[in-house]
């Protein structure tokens, strides 16, 4: 069985880190399972966590007043879900629903964000993978933002 | 335009050529797919994947459409409804003739792909231009390596060839499809289409890809394909600008140096990236 480092390693968001912040990562992380109907997060929920994706679906959510859950993204394995967890106040802003059985490995936010502050290159090295993962999603919503398979009048 | 030893659809590509259509069905709210055979019964039209032609709905006007499969002598052309000459095409009952002038334009190169891997990728209606490619790679499916299909619309109402999907994937084919919006009853991916290139398997340095959709959606293909580690060289995109005579002579469709109608619609994305940026170009 692979260690929680290797695995980790094969993951595309941490693809690339040295060996040593590998296992400090690592250090802060487990493997996890979630059955179909379970989340992994829920909106305005303390954001201890985040999880990168190893297998199965997950869908997120946010849930409008009157409307009910409104999903605008599904991510699979390879993705993560959460960067709340990296910046105050630390909550969850939506619901991350698994539609099909998940493995994940999930991160202690805490732990890792004493290590980041303990270890600036390593904080800075973490800080530059979310930044790619976060600015994809910008760009991502932007796109659907301005709905290009619509009539151009 | 269509090589001298092909035979066009009429007998001059300035002149509008009766097509009867055959059939008509539609695939989604708004897109209708049209058989057209030859109303004289003897015509023919040798066309390639990626080539359109200019329908002619007597009395409204005249508009460019892909065409997106059949044969020689049974064209499929599938519209989207967006305005007066599409609006007219789509009402068109069996029996009904079109005036039909073609084949015109650039096909996707499809045999310089041989022995490489393939991402073929569809934005909305983008997916009529490349259907008769991805038929192609199908019936030619050793000569390629590993072939992706990713197809982003706006909803799951919207998507389009439903059967042809279940058959490209028994054909050994990857296909992913993605909707930018969605209830939570829809069990499929959600998210935007360039979304799906990190689900590919293909090797990036061997990959050739072929879009289709609005220009926004295909500038983001591209450059997610990039960072992939896709050439540009290797990425084709097809592109739309209002067209008139479709031969080259008009200047209707000018961006910048080239003319849509005659150098593309089909261009290497190298050849027209920086002009894509350009405003009002
Ligand atoms: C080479 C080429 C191949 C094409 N192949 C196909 C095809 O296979 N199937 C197909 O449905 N269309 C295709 N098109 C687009 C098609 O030609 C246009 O949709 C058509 O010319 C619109 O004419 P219209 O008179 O119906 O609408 P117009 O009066 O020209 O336009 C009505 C409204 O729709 C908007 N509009 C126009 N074109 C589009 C578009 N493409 N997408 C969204 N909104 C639009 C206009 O801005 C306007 O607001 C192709 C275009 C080119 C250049
Ligand atoms: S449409 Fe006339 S030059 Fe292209």
Same mark, same amino acid.
């Given at each position: 069985?692979?260690?929680?480092?290797?695995?980790?390693?094969?993951?595309?968001?941490?693809?690339?880190?040295?060996?040593?912040?590998?296992?400090?990562?690592?250090?802060?992380?487990?493997?996890?399972?979630?059955?179909?109907?379970?989340?992994?997060?829920?909106?305005? $929920?303390?954001? $201890?966590?985040?999880?990168?994706? &190893?297998?199965?679906?997950?869908?997120?959510?946010?849930?409008?007043?009157?409307?009910?859950?409104? &999903?605008?993204?599904?991510?699979?394995?390879?993705?993560?879900?959460?960067?709340?967890?990296?910046?105050?106040?630390?909550?969850? $802003?939506?619901?991350?629903?698994?539609?099909?059985?998940?493995?994940?490995?999930?991160?202690?936010?805490?732990?890792?964000?004493?290590?980041?502050?303990?270890?600036?290159?390593?904080?800075?090295?973490?800080?530059?993978?979310?930044?790619?993962?976060?600015?994809?999603?910008?760009?991502?919503?932007?796109? $659907?933002?301005?709905?290009?398979?619509?009539?151009?009048? | 335009?269509?090589?001298?030893?092909?035979?066009?659809?009429?007998?001059?590509?300035?002149?509008?050529?009766?097509?009867?259509?055959?059939?008509?069905?539609?695939?989604?709210?708004? =897109?209708?797919?049209?058989?057209?055979?030859?109303?004289?019964?003897?015509?023919?039209?040798?066309?390639?994947?990626?080539?359109?032609?200019?329908?002619?709905?007597?009395?409204?006007?005249?508009?460019? %459409?892909? =065409?997106?499969?059949?044969?020689?002598?049974?064209?499929?052309?599938? %519209?989207?409804?967006?305005?007066?000459?599409?609006?007219?095409?789509?009402?068109?009952?069996?029996?009904?003739?079109?005036?039909?002038?073609?084949?015109?334009?650039?096909?996707?190169?499809? !045999?310089?792909?041989?022995?490489?891997?393939?991402?073929?990728?569809?934005?909305? %209606?983008?997916?009529?231009?490349?259907?008769?490619?991805?038929?192609?790679?199908?019936?030619?499916?050793?000569?390629?390596?590993?072939?992706?299909?990713?197809?982003?619309?706006?909803?799951?109402?919207?998507?389009?060839?439903?059967?042809?999907?279940?058959?490209?994937?028994?054909?050994?084919?990857?296909?992913?499809?993605?909707?930018? *919006?969605?209830?939570?009853?829809?069990?499929?991916?959600?998210?935007?289409?360039?979304?799906?290139?990190?689900?590919?398997?293909?090797?990036?340095? !061997?990959?050739?890809?072929?879009?289709?959709?609005?220009? %926004?959606?295909?500038?983001?293909?591209?450059?997610?394909?990039?960072?992939?580690?896709?050439?540009?060289? *290797?990425?084709?995109?097809?592109?739309?600008?209002?067209?008139?005579?479709?031969?080259?002579?008009?200047? *209707?469709?000018?961006?910048?140096?080239?003319? =849509?109608?005659?150098?593309?619609? =089909?261009?290497?994305?190298? *050849?027209? !990236?920086?002009?894509?940026?350009?405003?009002?170009?």
């Amino acid at each position: 069985m692979k260690s929680l480092e290797e695995l980790i390693g094969e993951h595309p968001l941490l693809a690339g880190f040295a060996p040593a912040h590998l296992a400090l990562v690592a250090g802060c992380g487990s493997n996890t399972h979630y059955g179909p109907g379970e989340f992994l997060c829920r909106a305005g $929920q303390p954001a $201890q966590h985040f999880f990168l994706i &190893r297998r199965g679906t997950v869908a997120l959510e946010l849930e409008i007043p009157g409307r009910g859950p409104f &999903r605008f993204s599904t991510v699979t394995a390879g993705d993560v879900v959460g960067w709340s967890w990296l910046i105050p106040p630390y909550e969850w $802003q939506f619901d991350a629903r698994v539609l099909e059985d998940v493995s994940a490995i999930r991160f202690d936010g805490a732990c890792l964000r004493g290590k980041c502050d303990a270890d600036p290159a390593l904080g800075y090295a973490l800080m530059k993978a979310f930044a790619g993962v976060l600015v994809k999603r910008f760009m991502e919503t932007r796109l $659907q933002l301005i709905d290009v398979y619509g009539r151009r009048d | 335009m269509a090589a001298a030893t092909e035979r066009a659809c009429g007998t001059s590509p300035l002149l509008p050529h009766a097509w009867r259509v055959a059939e008509a069905w539609r695939e989604t709210g708004d =897109v209708v797919t049209l058989a057209l055979e030859p109303a004289a019964g003897d015509g023919a039209c040798d066309w390639q994947p990626g080539q359109f032609n200019m329908l002619y709905a007597f009395g409204v006007g005249e508009v460019p %459409i892909s =065409v997106s499969g059949g044969t020689s002598r049974r064209l499929l052309h599938t %519209i989207r409804e967006v305005g007066p000459v599409t609006r007219a095409l789509g009402a068109l009952a069996p029996g009904s003739i079109v005036g039909l002038r073609g084949p015109f334009g650039t096909a996707w190169p499809l !045999r310089e792909a041989r022995g490489r891997d393939l991402v073929i990728a569809a934005g909305g %209606i983008g997916l009529a231009p490349l259907r008769a490619l991805i038929d192609t790679v199908c019936r030619e499916r050793d000569a390629f390596g590993q072939v992706a299909v990713l197809y982003g619309t706006r909803s799951p109402a919207d998507q389009l060839y439903g059967p042809d999907l279940d058959r490209w994937r028994r054909a050994g084919l990857q296909v992913e499809m993605t909707v930018d *919006h969605a209830d939570v009853d829809w069990r499929g991916p959600v998210g935007v289409v360039t979304s799906l290139v990190r689900r590919v398997r293909s090797d990036g340095q !061997r990959t050739t890809a072929f879009l289709c959709g609005p220009e %926004i959606m295909m500038r983001f293909m591209a450059r997610e394909l990039e960072q992939a580690g896709v050439a540009d060289s *290797h990425v084709w995109v097809s592109l739309e600008r209002n067209m008139q005579c479709a031969t080259g002579h008009c200047g *209707h469709c000018q961006l910048g140096p080239v003319f =849509v109608c005659a150098d593309g619609p =089909v261009f290497a994305w190298q *050849h027209v !990236r920086r002009l894509l940026t350009v405003r009002a170009l």
